[in-house]
C-alpha cells in the first residue's frame, strides 16, 4: 500500500508541473519520506494565479502518506519551499497544517473588525 501512495505522489507531482491546470509550476523536487518539497516557479506567474491550491493538494497527499507512514498526528508536517525560476532563490517557506491554521485565524480576525 505505501508504495502504490508513492507512486501517487509522484503522479501528482508530475501532474502539477506537466499538467494545464497549474502553469507557474517549473520543476518540483521532494526528500525520501515526502515531508519537504522545493517547488520552482515563475514568481510572477504564480503571485497572479490560483497555483497556490495545487500546493495544498501536494500536502494533503504528502500528509496523508505520513499518516499510513506511521507518524503521530502532531508530527504530521509537509514543508513546501519556493524556488524563483530565474534567481534560484527561496522566496518562500510554508509548513503545512501551520499555514492553513493561520489563515484561518487571520480570516476570523478580520471578519471581526
Known amino acids: 500500500m505505501m508504495k502504490e ?3 501517487s505522489i509522484v503522479s501528482t507531482v ?3 508541473v506537466n499538467g494545464e491546470d ?3 509550476f517549473k520543476e518540483i523536487s521532494y526528500n525520501k519520506d515526502f515531508t ?3 517547488v520552482t516557479v515563475d514568481t510572477a506567474s504564480f503571485e497572479n494565479s490560483f ?3 495545487g500546493l495544498m493538494g501536494l500536502a494533503y497527499v504528502s500528509m496523508f502518506y505520513s499518516a499510513f507512514d506511521g507518524k503521530s498526528s502532531d508530527d504530521i508536517k ?3 519551499n519556493l524556488i524563483d525560476e530565474k534567481t534560484g ?3 518562500e517557506s510554508m509548513v503545512f497544517p501551520d499555514v492553513m491554521e ?3 485565524e487571520n480570516g476570523e480576525a478580520d471578519s471581526e473588525n
Open 78 to 80: 509537509t514543508k513546501v
Open 102 to 104: 493561520e489563515d484561518s
Open 89 to 91: 532563490e527561496q522566496t
Open 36 to 38: 519537504e518539497f522545493d
Open 14 to 16: 508530475d501532474d502539477l
Open 51 to 53: 497555483d497556490a491550491f
Open 22 to 24: 497549474f502553469k507557474s
Open 5 to 7: 501512495m508513492e507512486e
